[in-house]
């Protein structure tokens, strides 16, 4: 009999010829001591070949990969669970098909850790960023993503925004099959997986957070959380990024942070996006949410209310591009 492998890493794609090859070697690539295994979850690619660039890995790692057998599309949730069910490590990690982990020292570094703290549950660590134009695939790399966090107050920093890119992270398998249920994140709405993973277990265990950069970020520009002439669909983002905050500080509450504060943030973070997109209506609407939530929301009221919006705009722009 095999050993069993200590990690599993999971990989969800679909519709990601262009990008999966890259990411299944970046995973191969991996320098460590530990036995890792990875589960693939392709699910139901129908315009491309990425099924069978994901058969042709499994074929020539059988000892490593595992490709989740070939069913109608299951959605995100549901793909995500079902290769977790499968899986046989003692951590999970996760990677987006379009993403890869760059840092050949991702998995030694992060299960080291929890290997010898016995109190932390997750590591994530920074990344970088790939800007990719949906129109002819070109990548433009951006600055890298620092993160800066007080560990003793995750939770409340989390509740202002979600900080952690999913494919940095490495978590304990028990932590997730005790507190995380997917089926009640569908059943709630909830649009994402990652966040309310994240709220709901620093509840539960600690997180370390490690600076070093571990992967490569995919921000496809017209994703839903990535789209710059369509303001509809970045509000609807956010809102859905709201409710998950109001369901958790309803659940777990804080005494940093209220509803009040988070609708705060939330209103000030999408008028200063619509100012920077030129979106100057939608800006001007979130911007009167701000009225009596004190000093600095009186100014982003008034600069959205006189002509210096335009200006702000374009200092946002410059600071942004360089």
Request: with cysteine; aromatic share 14%; net charge neutral.
């Amino acid at each position: 009999m095999s050993e069993e492998p200590l990690i599993s890493v999971v990989i969800l794609c679909y519709n990601q010829e262009a990008t999966i090859e890259r990411t299944i070697k970046s995973v191969l690539e991996q320098q460590t001591k530990y036995k890792f295994e990875i589960i693939i979850g392709e699910d139901a690619s129908p315009n491309d070949n990425t099924r069978l660039i994901c058969e042709k890995y499994a074929e020539e790692y059988p000892d490593i990969i595992h490709l989740m057998d070939k069913q109608p599309n299951k959605g995100l949730l549901k793909n995500y669970t079902d290769c977790i069910q499968k899986s046989r490590g003692r951590y999970l990690g996760v990677c987006a098909g379009d993403d890869w982990w760059h840092n050949p020292h991702k998995i030694e570094m992060q299960v080291e850790f929890l290997e010898k703290e016995k109190s932390f549950g997750l590591v994530f660590t920074d990344y970088r960023i790939v800007n990719v134009s949906l129109n002819d695939n070109t990548e433009i790399f951006s600055s890298s993503k620092t993160i800066v966090v007080d560990e003793k107050k995750m939770y409340q920093n989390l509740l202002k925004g979600n900080f952690i890119s999913a494919g940095t992270v490495i978590f304990r398998k028990e932590i997730f099959c005790k507190y995380i249920d997917f089926d009640k994140f569908i059943t709630l709405g909830f649009l994402m997986e990652d966040y309310p993973m994240w709220l709901e277990m620093i509840q539960h265990t600690k997180f370390k957070y490690m600076p070093v950069e571990t992967i490569t970020y995919t921000v496809a520009d017209g994703s839903i959380s990535n789209n710059k002439s369509n303001y509809e669909k970045t509000e609807k983002f956010e809102n859905a990024v709201l409710d998950i905050k109001k369901y958790y500080i309803n659940k777990y509450p804080s005494d940093d942070i209220d509803i009040k504060k988070l609708k705060e943030l939330h209103h000030n973070f999408l008028a200063t996006n619509f100012i920077k997109d030129r979106h100057f209506e939608r800006a001007i609407y979130h911007s009167n949410f701000l009225i009596g939530t004190g000093f600095k929301g009186f100014v982003k009221f008034f600069i959205c209310h006189t002509p210096l919006i335009k200006l702000y705009s374009s200092y946002l722009n410059k600071s942004q591009n360089g």
